[in-house]
């Protein structure tokens, strides 16, 4: 058997393409092919008298990489193997690439006469490989502009809450003059038309102060910035506090109000007081809102499931005007309220409802409704909580705060800047017979406090030259290096946002009373921070 024969028939069975070119010096007109098998002649289109006697070069086209051209003629020059990735170009002009192996062949007498090119297609490869590429940038593209408008989004949050704290500061202070200053008023000896004029002054305060803390509320909410306070509390005591409130409003509607509590929600329980109090007040007050006649019954109970958590249900009945189907599915939608005859008729913003559903799933929990038009509602709130070895702790409550019993001589500075609010401190103040010094900003405040000694601080937060904040540490500040008695302060603003609570008592704040406050609010505040309670106390 003849071997060439055999190892060219070999050779054609492959589809790689192999390539024989003689070794003429790089600098001349090139190797010229002298042998190529049939797969070469598969994988180009040429025929063996297309290429036979012409350079490699025939292969190459605009897009073939000069670096690896370079790459290769540096290592024919010197006679070294070498190995590439090449784009070349088949007889019609289409593209493909190749893996390329390229190695010098020596003769008996070890001289390099010959190159041996083999080559093989990976075009499907290098198309997979562009492909994960394109993807890889896509992907990288789409990672740079989500993050580009997460730090957009961001920023538009942080704007947000700055705007929404500098609208709380400048609406609450004039609302600050208005509910203070009825709640004063009505302190007075009035005629019958002048009370129910002051009264009336006095509820609409209330009711946009209200409406500002929705709003304020639903800003949180979106922002994903609404935060929990888990801590022990009675289930009981919390539903008697929050459905209390309202039963002097269903006397007066002549509503029969019925509160009913098992005798498991006297345990301790941990979660969220405050917010879960937020709730159900929201819930009884809708109830006793939209109930012109019948009753009004709350009825709450603590159980266990079977893994050993307590499941807390609370259910709020009515005989009111009930809902259909289509307000059902309302309910719970922001700023709707079924129909506008409902808000021309009942007044609100529709917030009430959707604040609640989010704060509850926000604790695990839900609130579901059901009615029928013209017999009634029931709305249940099922919330998870977590049983407590601890006794249970409330948070303080402004209205259950006793006052003190004496103001009279009481040495109070007052760090406000806003004149409106210095009056009304002043004319709540004045009848008690408390001696009031006014610091009209952070500066004043701290040079009045060099100069004397007082009983308690009432300080705003956003002052001119010094902020509330800055006197506050520096005062505290004072305080320790000099030895002297601390000094309780009431953070007394329009700054309401939590984050604004909370570095209130890392300033050394002893409480915090968002405005507006009633005569009453005031009064308390002052008197709980004389107790120097260890927790900055929360007004709201």
């Known amino acids: 058997m003849d071997l060439s024969k055999l190892i060219t028939g070999i050779a054609d069975f492959t589809d790689d393409a192999i390539l024989i070119t003689e070794a003429e010096p790089v600098s001349g007109v090139g190797p010229r092919i002298v042998w190529c098998n049939d797969g070469f002649l598969r994988m180009t289109g040429f025929s063996r008298a297309d290429i036979l006697g012409r350079t490699p070069r025939i292969l190459q ?50 001289m390099f006469r010959f190159w041996i090119a083999y080559q093989r297609d990976i075009s499907d490869l290098k198309a997979r490989e562009e492909l994960v590429v394109r993807h890889l940038t896509e992907l990288e593209v789409s990672r740079r502009e989500l993050s580009i408008q997460r730090a957009q989004a961001e920023a538009a949050n942080i704007a947000k809450s700055q705007f929404l704290a500098n609208m709380s500061h400048e609406l609450r202070t004039p609302l600050n003059g208005v509910v203070a200053m009825a709640g004063t008023l009505l302190k007075t000896p009035l005629s019958a038309s002048q009370r129910e004029m002051a009264e009336l002054i006095a509820a609409s305060g209330r009711s946009l102060s209200g409406i500002l803390s929705d709003i304020l509320d639903l800003s949180k909410i979106e922002a994903g910035r609404a935060e929990l306070d888990a801590a022990p509390f009675s289930l009981r005591d919390i539903v008697s506090a929050a459905a209390e409130i309202f039963r002097v409003r269903a006397d007066d509607k002549g509503l029969s109000f019925t509160l009913v509590v098992g005798e498991m929600a006297d345990g301790p329980v941990v979660g969220d007081a405050v917010r879960i109090k937020q709730i159900i007040s929201n819930l009884v007050s809708n109830a006793v809102k939209f109930t012109r006649r019948g009753r009004v019954q709350v009825t709450a109970d603590l159980t266990l499931s079977e893994d050993g958590e307590a499941v807390a ?18 309910l719970f939608v922001r700023f709707e309220q079924g129909d506008g005859s409902i808000t021309r008729t009942y007044g609100g913003t529709g917030l009430g409802l959707s604040i609640s559903q989010s704060l509850a799933q926000l604790m695990g929990g839900t609130i579901s409704a059901e009615s029928t038009p013209g017999v009634g509602s029931q709305f249940t709130l099922t919330l998870p909580l977590q049983l407590s070895a601890a006794a249970p702790t409330l948070a303080p409550v402004a209205q259950e705060a006793p006052l003190a019993t004496d103001f009279d001589a009481m040495r109070v500075l007052l760090a406000e800047d806003h004149p409106t609010n210095q009056r009304v401190v002043r004319l709540i103040l004045e009848p008690y017979g408390v001696d009031l010094t006014i610091a009209a900003d952070g500066v004043e405040a701290l040079q009045a406090l060099e100069q004397a000694r007082f009983d308690v601080i009432l300080m705003d937060i956003q002052m001119p030259n010094l902020d509330g904040f800055a006197a506050a540490r520096i005062l505290r500040r004072s305080e320790a290096s000099r030895g002297l008695p601390r000094t309780p302060i009431l953070f007394f603003t329009s700054n309401a946002m939590p984050e604004h609570q909370q570095e209130a008592a890392d300033a050394g704040g002893d409480g915090f009373i968002a405005k507006p406050v009633t005569p009453e609010d005031l009064l308390r505040g002052i008197t709980s921070v004389l107790g120097q309670a260890e927790e900055i106390i929360t007004f709201e």
Request: no cysteine; hydrophobic share 40%; glycine share 8%.
């Open 61 to 110: 086209g605009p897009d073939t990489s000069p670096a690896a051209k370079a790459r290769i003629r540096s290592a024919l020059a010197s006679w070294t193997p070498v190995r590439q990735e090449l784009k070349n170009y088949r007889r019609d002009g289409s593209a493909f690439w190749v893996d390329l192996s390229i190695r010098p062949v020596p003769d008996d007498d070890g």
């Open 313 to 330: 249900t609370v259910v709020v009945e009515d005989t009111g005007i009930g809902f259909d189907a289509e307000m059902a599915a309302k």
